[in-house]
C-alpha cells in the first residue's frame, strides 16, 4: 500500500533528525578527544580548554538526547497510523466476506460457506488482538465505552465452589476482582464530534483499583446536589450496614462505609456484566441509579461486622500493675497509676478486638472472614506495664529506689557500675534517669542503655576509641596504669580507680593517639610531690648521696 502524505513527511523528517545526530556525533568524539588531550595537564590554560569541550559536549549530548525522543515518537505516530490502516483494511475484508458468505450460504455451496467462516474468524481475531483483547473472548455488539471495555478485558463473572463470584479480566487474571463504575450523566461538550450535547453517563474503565474508584465515587457524590450525605443515605437506604458514628461523621476513611461501598461497587460490577452475557443489554444504569432503585431490592445484605473484645476486671488489672510495680520498683502503684493503666489497657484491647465479617452470597451462602487476636500477648501487656512504671520513676526520690532492691534499684546500680567501668561519671539521678527512659521505651533489659554509655565513652576518650569496646574497658586499661601507681607511690589499691585524675592523665595522654606508654608514666609519677614522701624516693635519694661521697673518696 502506498504511504500517505503524513507518512511521506514523518519518514523525511525522521531521515533528517538521524543525520543531525549523525553529524554531531563525530563532534561528540572530537571534544572526547579534546578532553583526553588536557585531562592530566594542570596549566590553566590547559584546564580552560578542558571545561570547554566538556561543556560543548554536554550541549551536543542534550540535543542528541531530545532528537532521539523526536525520532521514537515519529516512530509511535508511524506504527499507529499503520495499526489503523491495517484495521481499516480487515474491517472491509470482513465486511466483503460476511457478504460472499451470506451469497455461498444463500447458494448453498457448504465448502465455500466453511471456508469464509473461518476467514472471518481468523480477520476477527486478528481485530481483537489489536484493539487489545484477547481472541476467543465473546465480543459483544455495540460501540458504546461499557461494550468495548468489556470486549477488550475480556470481563466475565468467575464462580467459586462455595457460591461467591465476582467479574474477572485479562488484569491479575481470576483471581482479582474488577471493578466498574458508571457515574452520573454529564452533558457532552458542543464542539466534541460525537453525541454534541447530549446527556450521557461518565463510564470509567473497569480496574482493581477499588481506592481510586472509591475517591471517584466521593468526588461525583460531592458534586452532586445531595452532596456527600446522599451517597450515606443511599448506601444505608439500601440495607448497607454504615455505624451511626460513621455516618454523623461522613467518615468516607471509616470501615463500615469502605466495606459497604465496596460490596455496592462489586454488586453493580457482577449485574452489568451477568445482564450482559444473559441480556445483550448493553447500556446499564449508573452506580447512583443502581443503588437507590435496585440494590435495596435485591435480597442481598452487605457485609455484617460483629466485634468480639476481651475485657480485663478491674481488680486483675491492678493486682497485675501492683505485682509489676513492686517487683520493678518496690512499691505498689497509686490510683492514679492504676487509672492511667486500665485505661491504657482498655484502649490496647478494644484495638485487639476479634472482628467477624460475615457476607452473604448470590447464591443463598455466606463467606466468613475473622481478623485480630482477642486476647493481648503476654509481651504487650509487659510493655504497657514497663511504659508506665518508667513515668512513675520520674521524679522519685533515688535514695527510696535503691533501699528497696527492685529491679529498678538493680538497674540503677548495674548503669552506675557499668558507666564506672568505662570512665563516665554518673550521680545516683543521671542513672535513674536512664533506667526511667529505658523503661518508658519497653526496653527489657539495659543493653540499650550499656550501649549508649559506651558510645559516650568512646567520644570522651576519643583517643582510645579504636580499642573501647563491650569487651575492653576503662578498668582494663587502666589496669598496668593503677599498678605501676600503686608501686611507684605506694598508694593503697582501695584508693585508686580508673576515674582518678592520675590514672585519667595517662589514658587520655593530652589527646594523642592511644594511651600514654609506661615509661613516660613513670617519670610522671616521680615528679609527683608525692614520691617525695615514699621510701622508694627515700633509698633512691640516699642511692645519689653514696653516689657523690664515693667519688669524693669520702666513703669506700
Same mark, same amino acid.
Given at each position: 500500500?502506498?504511504?500517505?502524505?503524513?507518512?511521506?513527511?514523518?519518514?523525511?523528517?525522521?531521515?533528517?533528525?538521524?543525520?543531525?545526530?549523525? $553529524?554531531?556525533?563525530?563532534?561528540?568524539?572530537?571534544?572526547?578527544?579534546?578532553?583526553?588531550?588536557?585531562?592530566?595537564?594542570?596549566?590553566?590554560?590547559?584546564?580552560? $580548554?578542558?571545561?570547554?569541550?566538556?561543556?560543548?559536549?554536554?550541549?551536543?549530548?542534550?540535543?542528541?538526547?531530545?532528537?532521539?525522543?523526536?525520532?521514537?515518537?515519529?516512530?509511535?505516530?508511524?506504527?499507529?497510523?499503520?495499526?489503523?490502516?491495517?484495521?481499516?483494511?480487515?474491517?472491509?475484508?470482513?465486511?466483503?466476506?460476511?457478504?460472499?458468505?451470506?451469497?455461498?450460504?444463500?447458494?448453498?455451496?457448504?465448502?465455500?460457506?466453511?471456508?469464509?467462516?473461518?476467514?472471518?474468524?481468523?480477520?476477527?481475531?486478528? =481485530?481483537?488482538?489489536?484493539?487489545? &483483547?484477547?481472541?476467543?473472548?465473546?465480543?459483544?455488539?455495540?460501540?458504546?465505552?461499557?461494550?468495548?471495555? !468489556?470486549?477488550?478485558?475480556?470481563?466475565?463473572?468467575?464462580?467459586?465452589?462455595? /457460591?461467591?463470584?465476582?467479574?474477572?479480566?485479562?488484569?491479575?487474571?481470576?483471581?482479582?476482582?474488577? #471493578?466498574?463504575?458508571?457515574?452520573? =450523566?454529564?452533558?457532552?461538550?458542543?464542539?466534541?464530534?460525537?453525541?454534541? /450535547?447530549?446527556?450521557?453517563?461518565?463510564?470509567?474503565?473497569?480496574?482493581?483499583?477499588?481506592?481510586?474508584? $472509591?475517591? $471517584?465515587?466521593?468526588?461525583?457524590?460531592?458534586?452532586?446536589?445531595?452532596?456527600?450525605? &446522599?451517597?450515606?443515605?443511599?448506601?444505608?437506604?439500601?440495607?448497607?450496614?454504615?455505624? =451511626?458514628?460513621? #455516618?454523623?461523621?461522613?467518615?468516607?476513611?471509616?470501615?463500615?462505609?469502605?466495606?459497604?461501598?465496596?460490596?455496592?461497587?462489586?454488586?453493580?460490577? *457482577?449485574?452489568?456484566?451477568?445482564?450482559?452475557?444473559?441480556?445483550?443489554?448493553?447500556?446499564?444504569?449508573?452506580?447512583?441509579? #443502581?443503588?437507590?432503585?435496585?440494590?435495596?431490592?435485591?435480597?442481598?445484605?452487605?457485609?455484617? !461486622?460483629?466485634?468480639?473484645?476481651? !475485657?480485663?476486671?478491674?481488680?486483675?488489672?491492678?493486682?497485675?500493675?501492683?505485682?509489676?510495680?513492686?517487683?520493678?520498683? &518496690?512499691? &505498689?502503684?497509686?490510683?492514679?497509676?492504676? *487509672?492511667? %493503666? %486500665?485505661? =491504657?489497657?482498655?484502649?490496647?484491647?478494644?484495638?485487639?478486638?476479634?472482628?467477624?465479617?460475615?457476607?452473604?452470597?448470590?447464591? /443463598?451462602?455466606?463467606?466468613?472472614? !475473622?481478623?485480630?487476636?482477642?486476647?493481648?500477648?503476654?509481651?504487650?501487656?509487659?510493655?504497657?506495664?514497663?511504659?508506665?512504671?518508667?513515668?512513675?520513676?520520674?521524679?522519685?526520690?533515688?535514695?527510696?529506689?535503691?533501699?528497696?532492691?527492685?529491679?529498678?534499684?538493680?538497674?540503677?546500680?548495674?548503669?552506675?557500675?557499668?558507666?564506672?567501668? #568505662?570512665?563516665?561519671?554518673?550521680?545516683?539521678?543521671?542513672?535513674?534517669?536512664?533506667?526511667?527512659? @529505658?523503661?518508658?521505651?519497653?526496653?527489657?533489659?539495659?543493653?540499650?542503655?550499656?550501649?549508649?554509655?559506651?558510645?559516650?565513652?568512646?567520644?570522651?576518650?576519643?583517643?582510645?576509641?579504636?580499642?573501647?569496646?563491650?569487651?575492653?574497658?576503662?578498668?582494663?586499661? @587502666?589496669?598496668?596504669? *593503677?599498678?605501676?601507681?600503686?608501686?611507684?607511690?605506694?598508694?593503697?589499691?582501695?584508693?585508686?580507680?580508673?576515674?582518678?585524675?592520675?590514672?585519667?592523665?595517662?589514658?587520655?595522654?593530652?589527646?594523642?593517639?592511644?594511651?600514654?606508654?609506661?615509661?613516660?608514666?613513670?617519670?610522671?609519677?616521680?615528679?609527683?610531690?608525692?614520691?617525695?614522701?615514699?621510701?622508694?624516693?627515700?633509698?633512691?635519694?640516699?642511692?645519689?648521696?653514696?653516689?657523690?661521697?664515693?667519688?669524693?673518696?669520702?666513703?669506700?
Amino acid at each position: 500500500m502506498a504511504e500517505s502524505k503524513k507518512q511521506r513527511e514523518l519518514r523525511d523528517k525522521q531521515r533528517g533528525l538521524k543525520a543531525l545526530n549523525s $553529524r554531531d556525533a563525530a563532534s561528540m568524539q572530537l571534544q572526547r578527544n579534546q578532553m583526553a588531550i588536557f585531562e592530566d595537564d594542570d596549566r590553566p590554560s590547559s584546564i580552560e $580548554r578542558y571545561n570547554a569541550a566538556k561543556a560543548k559536549l554536554t550541549e551536543l549530548d542534550a540535543q542528541v538526547t531530545a532528537r532521539i525522543a523526536q525520532i521514537e515518537s515519529i516512530d509511535t505516530e508511524l506504527s499507529t497510523i499503520a495499526d489503523t490502516e491495517s484495521k481499516d483494511k480487515r474491517t472491509k475484508e470482513i465486511a466483503n466476506k460476511q457478504k460472499e458468505l451470506k451469497l455461498a450460504e444463500e447458494t448453498l455451496q457448504r465448502g465455500k460457506v466453511t471456508q469464509l467462516k473461518a476467514e472471518i474468524k481468523t480477520l476477527q481475531d486478528a =481485530q481483537t488482538t489489536a484493539d487489545g &483483547g484477547t481472541p476467543g473472548n465473546e465480543q459483544y455488539a455495540g460501540d458504546n465505552e461499557f461494550v468495548k471495555d !468489556v470486549n477488550a478485558k475480556g470481563l466475565s463473572l468467575t464462580n467459586q465452589p462455595d /457460591g461467591s463470584n465476582w467479574v474477572s479480566g485479562e488484569e491479575g487474571g481470576d483471581q482479582v476482582p474488577q #471493578y466498574i463504575y458508571i457515574g452520573p =450523566q454529564t452533558k457532552v461538550p458542543l464542539f466534541m464530534k460525537d453525541k454534541a /450535547g447530549q446527556l450521557v453517563n461518565d463510564y470509567t474503565p473497569s480496574t482493581s483499583d477499588f481506592d481510586a474508584l $472509591r475517591r $471517584r465515587v466521593i468526588q461525583d457524590s460531592i458534586k452532586s446536589p445531595r452532596g456527600l450525605k &446522599g451517597l450515606f443515605d443511599d448506601l444505608r437506604g439500601a440495607g448497607l450496614r454504615i455505624t =451511626q458514628k460513621d #455516618y454523623d461523621r461522613l467518615d468516607t476513611t471509616s470501615e463500615s462505609f469502605v466495606k459497604s461501598l465496596a460490596y455496592a461497587l462489586q454488586k453493580h460490577t *457482577k449485574v452489568m456484566i451477568n445482564d450482559l452475557e444473559q441480556n445483550k443489554n448493553i447500556n446499564p444504569k449508573s452506580f447512583f441509579n #443502581y443503588i437507590q432503585e435496585d440494590l435495596k431490592d435485591s435480597g442481598v445484605g452487605g457485609p455484617q !461486622v460483629s466485634y468480639d473484645e476481651y !475485657v480485663t476486671k478491674i481488680d486483675e488489672a491492678e493486682s497485675d500493675l501492683n505485682r509489676f510495680f513492686v517487683e520493678y520498683l &518496690g512499691r &505498689g502503684a497509686t490510683d492514679e497509676e492504676q *487509672k492511667k %493503666y %486500665y485505661k =491504657q489497657l482498655r484502649a490496647l484491647e478494644k484495638k485487639n478486638a476479634q472482628v467477624t465479617t460475615e457476607t452473604e452470597t448470590d447464591s /443463598g451462602g455466606s463467606s466468613r472472614r !475473622v481478623t485480630g487476636e482477642y486476647r493481648l500477648d503476654a509481651e504487650d501487656i509487659l510493655q504497657l506495664q514497663r511504659s508506665i512504671a518508667g513515668k512513675a520513676l520520674d521524679g522519685s526520690d533515688i535514695d527510696v529506689v535503691l533501699k528497696g532492691g527492685s529491679k529498678a534499684a538493680q538497674d540503677v546500680n548495674s548503669t552506675l557500675a557499668y558507666a564506672k567501668k #568505662y570512665g563516665i561519671t554518673l550521680s545516683n539521678k543521671d542513672a535513674l534517669k536512664y533506667v526511667s527512659t @529505658s523503661y518508658r521505651n519497653n526496653d527489657k533489659d539495659t543493653s540499650k542503655i550499656n550501649a549508649k554509655l559506651l558510645a559516650i565513652s568512646k567520644a570522651t576518650y576519643s583517643n582510645l576509641s579504636d580499642v573501647l569496646s563491650e569487651d575492653v574497658d576503662l578498668d582494663d586499661l @587502666s589496669a598496668n596504669y *593503677k599498678y605501676t601507681m600503686r608501686q611507684i607511690l605506694e598508694i593503697p589499691e582501695s584508693q585508686i580507680d580508673s576515674l582518678n585524675p592520675t590514672i585519667q592523665m595517662a589514658l587520655k595522654n593530652n589527646g594523642n593517639k592511644g594511651a600514654m606508654n609506661l615509661t613516660d608514666f613513670e617519670r610522671a609519677l616521680k615528679k609527683d610531690p608525692r614520691w617525695a614522701n615514699t621510701s622508694n624516693a627515700l633509698e633512691t635519694a640516699a642511692g645519689y648521696a653514696n653516689n657523690i661521697l664515693r667519688n669524693f673518696g669520702l666513703i669506700a
